[in-house]
């Protein structure tokens, strides 16, 4: 599997969304957002999203100039419409938003639709934490009701509804947790198909509601589903699941998961917390450390081998991918190089930047 520089990666995707429309400034916000996703290890949510983003903007499916705009507003909220850009590009703008709110009123919570695929939901929480703010966000993908089955059901009829959380500590990388109410997310399942692997047992059904292994289950012409969160509990997945689909779809006017094969735009709801306007921040700071130092005294699982703080496998992978590359499947490079030429772009350049 060929790797590249997050840097050549970076350039690659500045060119590939300025050729089909988008302002150098957009083209940034989504190349960056893609290639960190791929740097935290999100490799369902990062250059692989290259190719798609590409063939739905020349589809015409969004709108590459599309500028957000605040369409309600109160002191503490605000409901944003994406204008039919770029997710990332409605999800900058609703941090920066909410971000603001925070630190005038103590909380902003700022809604966001018709904004397409607004990528790994993690971000944005984090871009509150690394400035000393709490960010927590659910997102939901509309109307589209077709990927994870419910809790007692055999059919897909709801999405992998996100949820995202980051907390700021005084000298470590923040707290992060970016997780779906489903087991896993789908974009890791067509990964999988690219790479040509099996899928691990317990992620998903084939449209008899069998077990299965093989990704074409999920993704083919007759196709299973994914299993909620949870296992043996996956009621408790299914639940959050709904929370997610009426914070993130019917607080945004986004709407809820009502069967539709095709995702016009995530529904979000970030809140963002200024901590200082609910406690001592030296004595937040001391608490969350606390309470890291208690967690790790546990003894360790050896099948394990040792205690993460969530987020600590993110900012690992991060270190390490940036020194060493990023992997990207031939499968995926294959599909971007097809998405590049699409747009007139010569991909040989970046081709030869293999590590």
Same mark, same amino acid.
């Given at each position: 599997?060929?790797? #590249? ?55 015409? @499916? #969004? ?18 419409? $994406? ?9 900058? #703008? ?7 709110? *925070?630190?005038?009123? $103590? ?6 639709? +018709? ?10 929480? /984090?871009? *509150?934490? @690394?400035?000393?703010?709490?960010? /927590?966000?659910?997102? +939901? ?6 990927? %994870? ?11 992998? +509804? ?6 700021? @500590? ?34 998903? %059904? ?23 969160? $949870? ?5 408790? $997945? ?6 997610? !689909? ?19 735009? +995530?529904?979000?709801? /970030? ?6 306007? #609910? ?12 309470? %890291? ?6 003894? %360790?699982?050896?099948?394990?081998? !040792?205690? /993460?703080?969530?987020? !600590? ?10 020194? !060493? ?31």
């Amino acid at each position: 599997m060929p790797s #590249f520089k997050p840097q050549d990666l970076r350039q690659l995707g500045y060119t590939l969304f300025e050729r089909c429309g988008c302002s150098p400034e957009d083209a940034r916000t989504v190349t960056d957002h893609l290639v960190d996703s791929s740097l935290y290890g999100h490799d369902s949510h990062g250059t692989i999203r290259f190719y798609e983003y590409v063939e739905q903007l020349c589809a015409g @499916r #969004f709108n590459p100039k599309g500028a957000p705009q605040i369409v309600q507003e109160r002191a503490c909220t605000a409901v944003v419409d $994406g204008g039919g850009a770029l997710g990332q590009v409605g999800g900058a #703008f609703a941090a920066r938003l909410a971000k603001a709110k *925070a630190r005038e009123r $103590g909380v902003g919570a700022v809604a966001l639709r +018709n904004t397409a695929h607004v990528g790994r939901i993690g971000a944005y929480p /984090l871009m *509150a934490a @690394r400035e000393g703010l709490l960010g /927590l966000a659910f997102v +939901n993908a509309g109307k589209l009701g077709r990927q %994870i089955a419910p809790y007692g059901g055999l059919d897909g009829k709801l999405s992998t +509804n996100p949820i995202a959380f980051a907390a700021p @500590r005084r000298d470590a990388d923040p707290v992060m947790v970016d997780m779906t109410t489903s087991v896993v997310a789908e974009g890791k399942i067509r990964l999988y198909q690219n790479r040509g692997d099996q899928l691990p047992a317990g992620w998903i %059904i084939d449209h008899q509601g069998r077990p299965a292994t093989d990704p074409r289950a999920f993704t083919g012409n007759s196709p299973g589903a994914i299993l909620p969160l $949870g296992g043996v509990v996956s009621h408790k $997945g299914y639940c959050l699941s709904f929370i997610v !689909e009426i914070l993130g779809g019917a607080l945004s006017g986004e709407g809820c998961a009502a069967g539709e094969r095709v995702m016009h735009s +995530n529904g979000m709801l /970030l809140t963002v917390y200024d901590l200082e306007q #609910f406690t001592d921040l030296e004595e937040y700071y001391g608490e969350l450390e606390t309470l %890291i130092r208690h967690v790790r005294s546990s003894r %360790i699982d050896p099948q394990v081998g !040792e205690i /993460l703080v969530p987020g !600590e496998p993110e900012f690992r992978s991060a270190r390490r991918r940036e020194a !060493e590359g990023i992997p990207v499947d031939e499968t995926t490079w294959a599909r971007i190089c097809a998405a590049a030429q699409s747009v007139e772009l010569d991909p040989g350049p970046w081709d030869r930047m293999r590590l």
